[in-house]
C-alpha cells in the first residue's frame, strides 16, 4: 500500500507563507523580471569595481626577513650584523626560534652576495601567544619596527614558501615588481629611484625598495699612457703586475697523492686592501744593456737605473664606487622597484601605480616599464578563466537542451546563474574580499548548483502540464511541491560550505573567498528558483501541454 507523506511543521509554514508570494509573482510577473535584470546589471556594475588578486595570501604561520646591507660587505661583518638581528628578533614573544643563510649554498640554486640574508623567524602556536587574539598583520608590523632598530640593513618582510614561490615565477621576491628598461645603466637607476618614491607614497605599499645595482666599492686602476711612454712601458705591463698582485697567477702545482692542485701567488688581503701599498708596487722596467747603463760619479759611486718604477708613478690607483650588478632581460639593461601589498587588493595597487608613474615620471626614448611579480599571474589567471568561464556556462546550457530538448526551457533555467552570481558579489562586498582565483572557481561550482535547482522545479512543472493542467495551476502546484526540494538543496550545499566561510586554519585564505561565494549565490539562487523562475515561465514558458 502506498505510506502517507508527513510534512514536518516548518514546512508547512514556509509553504503558507510562499503560496501567496508566489500567487503575487504570477500577477506582477513582467515587474519581478525587470528587477531581477536590473539586479543583474548592478552587481556587474559594482564587480567591475570590485579589486582582485591572483590569490589571497596564505599565512604560512612563519614569517621570513629578507636582510639587505651595503654591497661589499665582508662575509664576517655581515655575520656579526646578522647575529646581533637574530638576537634582537628572538626577544620577540611570539618568535620561538631564529636561524638565517648568508649568501650562496654549495649548492648555488639561490645565488646571493654576502650582503644578503635569508633570516627565518619560526613563529610559535598561538595557543602561546601572549595574546592569542593579535593578527598576523599587527605581529608583522612589531617584527619590522624590531627590526628597523638594528642599523645597517634594509628589510622586505615575507613568507619562506611565498617568497620562493614569487621568485620563481616572476624573478623577484616580491608582490607586484615595476620593471625599467633601457640602456643607460646611470639614467635607470635614477628611474627606479623616482619611481620608488611614488610607489611608496601609494596606499598599501610595504617594504617598497630598488634594486640594488651600485654601492659595490671597487680599486680602479688606470694607466698613465704618457707616463708609460717617458719609461718604455706599455699598458700590458701594469695589467701584468696588477693580475698577479690582484687576482693571482698559477706558479706551479702541488701534489698529495693522486690529487693535484695549483700553487696561486698574489698579495695578502691586507695589502690588497691597502691603496697605498698598491701604489708601491713594482713595475718591471724594459731593460736593453744593463752594462752600459751603469754609470760612476766623481766621488767613484757607482749608479746603476732603476730596475722597476712604481705602480702609483705610471698609474692612478683609487677606490671607486661600481655596479654591483647589471641585470638584463628581453636583450635590454633592467632595474626593477619592488613592493609588496597589504590592506589593499593587488589589481588596485596596480592600477594606482600605473597611473601615479605615467603622471610624474617621464621616460627618455628608448626606456619603458613592465610590471611583474604576482601580478602577473594575477592577468594569466584571468585570461584563462575568460575562456574556461564561457565554455563552462555553454556545456551547461548544451545540457540543459539535452535534457529537455527545447531551447526555450534551458534558457529560462540558466537564467539562474546569472542572478547566483548578484548572491556571490554581494557577498564578497559584505565580507570585503576582493576577486581573486578562487573566488572565480566558486562562481563555477555555483553555476552548477543554481542550475540544478532550476531544473528539479522546472522538470515538475512540465509533468505537470503533460498531465494536462493548465498552465497557472502547473507553474503553482510544481513550484509549492518542489518547495522542499529546492529547499534541501540550498541547506546542503550552504551548511557544507559554512565551516569553509568561517575558517581561521592553515588555508583558511583560499576557501573563505569560494565558500563566500558559493553561500552567498545560493541565497540568491534559492530566490530566483522559487520567485522568479515561476515568473519568467509563466512569461515565456509553453501555454499548452
Given at each position: 500500500g502506498r505510506v502517507a507523506e508527513h510534512e514536518p511543521a516548518l514546512l508547512r509554514v514556509l509553504r503558507r507563507v510562499y503560496e501567496p508570494v508566489l500567487r503575487a509573482v504570477l500577477r506582477w510577473r513582467v515587474s519581478v523580471v525587470v528587477a531581477a535584470v536590473l539586479l543583474v546589471a548592478l552587481t556587474l556594475l559594482a564587480a567591475s569595481r570590485m579589486g582582485a588578486e591572483f590569490m589571497p595570501q596564505l599565512d604560512e604561520g612563519d614569517i621570513t626577513l629578507h636582510a639587505m646591507r651595503i654591497p661589499g660587505t665582508s662575509l664576517s661583518q655581515a655575520v656579526q650584523m646578522q647575529d646581533l638581528l637574530e638576537r634582537t628578533l628572538a626577544d620577540i614573544p611570539e618568535v620561538e626560534r631564529v636561524f638565517s643563510k648568508i649568501g650562496t649554498g654549495e649548492v648555488a640554486n639561490d645565488p646571493m652576495p654576502p650582503a644578503v640574508t635569508d633570516t627565518f623567524l619560526i613563529v610559535k602556536p598561538r595557543s602561546e601567544w601572549p595574546q592569542p587574539g593579535k593578527s598576523k598583520a599587527r605581529l608583522l608590523a612589531e617584527v619590522q619596527a624590531v627590526a628597523e632598530t638594528v642599523p645597517g640593513n634594509n628589510y622586505e618582510v615575507t613568507q619562506p614558501i611565498e617568497m620562493r614561490f614569487n621568485e620563481l615565477i616572476a624573478g623577484v621576491r616580491a608582490d607586484v615588481a615595476v620593471k625599467v628598461y633601457g640602456d643607460d645603466l646611470d639614467t635607470l637607476v635614477e628611474l627606479a629611484e623616482a619611481i620608488e618614491a611614488v610607489v611608496a607614497a601609494l596606499p598599501g605599499a610595504q617594504d617598497v625598495r630598488s634594486e640594488q645595482?651600485?654601492?659595490?666599492?671597487?680599486?680602479?686602476?688606470?694607466?698613465?699612457?704618457?707616463?708609460?711612454?717617458?719609461?718604455?712601458?706599455?699598458?700590458?705591463?701594469?695589467?701584468?703586475?696588477?693580475?698577479?698582485?690582484?687576482?693571482?697567477?698559477?706558479?706551479?702545482?702541488?701534489?698529495?697523492?693522486?690529487?693535484?692542485?695549483?700553487?696561486?701567488?698574489?698579495?695578502?688581503?691586507?695589502?690588497?686592501?691597502?691603496?697605498?701599498?698598491?701604489?708601491?708596487?713594482?713595475?718591471?722596467?724594459?731593460?736593453?744593456?744593463?752594462?752600459a747603463s751603469v754609470t760612476v760619479d766623481a766621488l767613484g759611486v757607482v749608479h746603476a737605473p732603476p730596475l722597476h718604477v712604481p705602480l702609483g708613478a705610471v698609474a692612478g690607483v683609487r677606490e671607486v664606487i661600481g655596479p654591483n650588478q647589471i641585470s638584463r632581460e628581453n636583450g635590454k639593461r633592467r632595474v626593477f622597484v619592488t613592493a609588496n601589498v597589504r590592506g589593499a587588493d593587488l589589481s588596485e595597487f596596480v592600477a594606482s601605480a600605473r597611473a601615479a608613474i605615467a603622471r610624474e615620471i617621464d621616460l627618455p626614448a628608448g626606456y619603458w616599464l613592465d610590471f611583474g611579480g604576482s601580478f602577473e599571474q594575477l592577468e594569466s589567471a584571468s585570461r584563462r578563466l575568460s575562456l574556461i568561464v564561457p565554455l563552462t556556462l555553454a556545456m551547461i546550457l548544451m545540457l540543459l537542451y539535452a535534457a529537455f530538448g527545447s531551447a526555450r526551457d534551458a534558457l529560462i533555467i540558466f537564467s539562474g546563474v546569472p542572478l547566483a552570481l548578484t548572491g556571490g558579489v554581494a557577498a564578497l562586498l559584505l565580507r570585503d574580499m576582493p576577486l581573486s582565483i578562487s573566488a572565480g572557481i566558486g562562481f563555477i561550482a555555483l553555476s552548477g548548483i543554481a542550475t540544478l535547482n532550476g531544473v528539479v522545479m522546472l522538470s515538475f512543472i512540465r509533468d505537470r502540464l503533460n498531465a494536462g493542467d493548465a498552465l497557472d495551476t502547473a507553474i503553482i502546484e510544481g513550484a509549492l511541491v518542489r518547495l522542499r526540494p529546492v529547499l534541501m538543496t540550498a541547506l546542503v550545499a550552504s551548511l557544507g560550505f559554512l565551516p569553509m566561510a568561517l575558517n581561521v586554519g592553515t588555508g583558511a585564505e583560499v576557501q573563505r573567498p569560494l565558500a563566500t561565494v558559493v553561500i552567498g549565490g545560493i541565497a540568491s539562487s534559492t530566490l530566483l528558483t522559487l520567485l522568479v523562475l515561476p515568473a519568467l515561465y509563466r512569461i515565456f514558458g509553453r501555454r499548452t501541454a
Open positions: 645595482v651600485t654601492g659595490l666599492p671597487m680599486i680602479e686602476v688606470v694607466p698613465d699612457r704618457e707616463k708609460l711612454a717617458r719609461y718604455g712601458l706599455d699598458v700590458r705591463a701594469v695589467q701584468d703586475v696588477v693580475e698577479v698582485a690582484m687576482g693571482g697567477r698559477e706558479v706551479g702545482r702541488i701534489y698529495e697523492g693522486d690529487r693535484r692542485f695549483p700553487l696561486i701567488v698574489r698579495l695578502p688581503e691586507s695589502l690588497r686592501q691597502d691603496l697605498d701599498r698598491l701604489r708601491e708596487l713594482p713595475v718591471p722596467l724594459p731593460r736593453t744593456d744593463s752594462h
